[in-house]
C-alpha cells in the first residue's frame, strides 16, 4: 500500500513538471511573435523609405528636365523671336473715344525651334464697341501657319474675303454684317501676322483699312533685323 503511495506521489510530480514545462512555452511563444512581428515592420519600413527617395528622385529628374527645357526655349525664343514686351509697344496703347481694356502677351510652343510669341490690346467705348489688336511673331526662320491664305484670298470663311496689299504686307479682309464684324489680317516679311477686328460696328472698309494703318509696320520690320 505504500509503494503505490509513493508511486503516486512520483507520478503526479512529473505530471506537474509537465504542466509547468508547457506553460513556460506558451510564455515563450508570443514573445516570438513579437519578434517575428517587429521584423516584418521593420523591412516595410525599409520598404517604405525605399519607395519614398526613389518618387523623390524620379521627381527631381523631372524637375531637372523641365527647367531643362525651359531654358532651351527660352534660348531658342531669344535667338528667334522679339519679346512679348517689344510686340506690345508695335500695338496702340490708346485710341480716341475708347477706353483701354487688359492687354495680353504670351507664347505658344510647336517644339524646341518652333515657338510663336503673340501680344494683344483691345479697347471699348461707351456703345459697347470693340476694337482688338493682334500681333504674331512666328520667329526668323520659321513657317507662319497656313500661310497661303495670305497669298490666295480664302474662300471658306463666312463671308467673302477682300485682297489686301500694301508695301511690306499682304492678306485679306472681310465683313460679317449680321454679327457688326470686321476682320484684316496680314502677313508681313513672312514671319509676323498683324490683325485688326472690329466688333459692334456697321461695314466701313475704309475705316477698318485706317485702324490697320495705325501700326507702323516698317518699324516691326526694322526691329527684327536688329
Not at 8 to 37: A, G, M, N, T, W
Not at 159 to 166: G, H, R, T, W
Not at 173 to 191: N, S, T
Request: hydrophobic share 40%.
Amino acid at each position: 500500500m505504500a509503494f503505490r503511495l509513493k508511486i503516486s506521489k512520483i507520478i503526479l510530480f512529473l505530471f506537474s513538471l509537465f504542466v509547468i514545462s508547457c506553460q513556460d512555452s506558451k510564455i515563450d511563444e508570443p514573445i516570438e511573435i513579437i519578434s517575428e512581428v517587429q521584423d516584418h515592420t521593420a523591412i516595410k519600413s525599409d520598404n517604405i523609405d525605399s519607395l519614398r527617395k526613389l518618387k523623390e528622385v524620379e521627381y527631381l529628374e523631372r524637375q531637372e528636365t523641365q527647367t531643362k527645357k525651359a531654358e532651351i526655349i527660352e534660348q531658342v525664343s531669344k535667338e528667334k523671336n522679339l519679346t512679348k514686351e517689344v510686340l506690345l509697344t508695335f500695338l496702340p496703347d490708346k485710341l480716341t473715344g475708347f477706353n483701354q481694356l487688359p492687354s495680353n502677351t504670351g507664347k505658344t510652343i510647336e517644339n524646341d525651334t518652333t515657338i510663336t510669341v503673340f501680344a494683344k490690346r483691345q479697347f471699348k467705348d461707351d456703345k459697347g464697341r470693340v476694337i482688338i489688336f493682334d500681333l504674331f511673331d512666328y520667329g526668323k526662320g520659321n513657317s507662319v501657319l497656313n500661310s497661303k491664305i495670305y497669298e490666295m484670298v480664302p474662300t471658306d470663311l463666312d463671308a467673302p474675303a477682300y485682297s489686301v496689299e500694301l508695301p511690306n504686307a499682304k492678306g485679306f479682309f472681310y465683313w460679317l454684317d449680321q454679327r457688326a464684324y470686321g476682320h484684316i489680317e496680314v502677313l508681313i516679311e513672312k514671319r509676323f501676322v498683324l490683325m485688326v477686328r472690329l466688333s459692334g460696328f456697321n461695314r466701313d472698309d475704309e475705316m477698318l483699312h485706317n485702324y490697320l494703318k495705325i501700326i507702323d509696320i516698317n518699324k516691326i520690320i526694322k526691329s527684327s533685323k536688329n
